[in-house]
């Protein structure tokens, strides 16, 4: 199967002409490896051909697999996996591109098809970033750096081999891979980084239109102060680059009092990521 000697692969994309789809496809056509693409909509199958690629069958795209990245809706997942992992090769790997729906039990699994999950990071806030094209790359996987965050259910270093140098391609360019749990994937992602982190940047928007319908204050002031700021809130806060003014430590410490619930640290426990994933997922619960 796998060509471990070149490291070149057989690669299926499902959901190619997907938002992940596309971003993938895009990056998976500069390598080597030996990429099929499917996809079932019209309009996705419209974005693809565009491109100049060749869609194939879901069923020709994975016959002979030796990964293939899911790049469909997480709620399509489970019916997906249905029908694809009776039909791969053994030793095949399914990739899933987000870990929610691999963690609440939801994939078609098969003692001889390893499963994965691979999520981008995407570009630190503090990459040194210098050309134009980086700092328009937010998102990653055309020009900014990034690193990923990858899971594997097999001790097989040859396929975690496989799962590296694909998560190296479809979101490139990556500096680094770090390997944890499916568990810790589903942790970080939702939790750490979408709960708070993504929660946190929509409250400065609201504080943003707050400032400017509520306040009166200009809006390009507004975004001024409130753009350097929240750099000097990350630097300070993240990487410590200096001490916050002791007048500014008392505004944080009102504002953590106002805004910030006592008990929140509670979503980093197990039945809170459960809570949180039904949600995301549209379950009345998750069942393991
Ligand atoms: N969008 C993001 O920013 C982002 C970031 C990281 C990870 N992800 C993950 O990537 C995955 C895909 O998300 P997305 O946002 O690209 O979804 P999307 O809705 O943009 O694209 C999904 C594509 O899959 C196609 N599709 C659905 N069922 C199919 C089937 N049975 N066979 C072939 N094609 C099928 C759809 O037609 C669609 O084109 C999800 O697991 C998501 O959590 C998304």
Not at 1 to 10: E, F, K, L, Q
Not at 29 to 42: L, Q
Not at 198 to 212: R, S, T, Y
Not at 229 to 253: E, K, W, Y
Request: charge should be negative.
């Amino acid at each position: 199967m796998a060509d471990t000697a070149t490291g070149r692969y057989r690669i299926a994309v499902i959901g190619a002409g997907g938002k992940m789809g596309m971003r993938v496809s895009n990056n998976l056509v500069k390598t080597d490896h030996d990429v099929r693409y499917s996809e079932n909509s019209p309009a996705g199958q419209e974005r693809v051909t565009a491109t100049g690629r060749t869609l194939t069958d879901t069923a020709t795209a994975i016959a002979d697999a030796d990964i293939v990245v899911l790049a469909v809706p997480d709620l399509a997942l489970g019916p997906v996996t249905a029908e694809i992992v009776p039909q791969l090769q053994p030793g095949a790997i399914v990739l899933t591109l987000d870990p929610a729906a691999a963690y609440a039990g939801l994939l078609t699994t098969r003692d001889d098809v390893i499963q994965a999950v691979a999520h981008p990071c995407h570009p630190s806030v503090f990459l040194e970033r210098t050309s134009k094209e980086e700092w328009a790359d937010t998102f990653g996987g055309i020009a900014a750096p990034q690193d990923a965050i990858a899971a594997i259910e097999s001790d097989d270093p040859a396929k975690r081999s496989i799962v590296e140098a694909t998560v190296r391609a479809i979101y490139a360019p990556v500096i680094n891979v770090h390997w944890v749990t499916v568990k810790q994937l589903a942790q970080l992602e939702p939790t750490f980084v979408e709960t708070v982190a993504c929660m946190i940047g929509a409250l400065l928007n609201e504080a943003l239109e707050e400032a400017v319908n509520t306040m009166g204050v200009p809006e390009a002031a507004a975004r001024s102060i409130l753009f350097g700021h929240t750099q000097v809130a990350l630097a300070n806060g993240l990487r410590g680059d200096n001490p916050f003014s002791d007048a500014c430590l008392i505004a944080m410490d009102y504002g953590r009092e106002s805004i910030i619930k006592e008990d929140w640290k509670k979503i980093f426990r197990d039945d809170e990521l459960d809570k949180n994933l039904a949600k995301m997922l549209h379950l009345d619960k998750i069942e393991r």
